[in-house]
């Protein structure tokens, strides 16, 4: 199931983490990093959408596609 197993994220212009929604557990402070780092790797356009493969928090490999707004907005998810 996409929704139950896909990790979706919103940010910013500026980078900030506007709504996210995982399966992950992690504390704050590693979440916090790891979606600064996402967006960081988003902006320096290191993702083929679909071809670009991350591990997530748990170490798993995940496929991630990006959508870039009007508003300046970023979404990006990342599936299994």
């Known amino acids: 199931n996409l929704m139950r197993d896909g990790a979706y994220y919103v940010f910013d ?3 900030t983490l506007l709504f996210s929604r995982t399966s992950f557990s992690a504390d704050a402070q590693d979440f916090e ?3 600064a780092e996402l967006f960081r790797q988003v902006r320096q ?3 083929d959408n679909g071809e670009t493969t991350i591990r997530d928090l748990n170490d798993d490999k995940r496929g991630v596609y990006i959508f870039e707004m009007s508003n300046g907005w970023t979404c990006v998810l990342t599936v299994p």
Do not use: H, K, Q, R
Request: avoid cysteine; aromatic fraction near 22%.
């Open 33 to 35: 990093a790891y979606t």
């Open 45 to 47: 356009g290191e993702f």
């Open 13 to 15: 212009a500026n980078g």
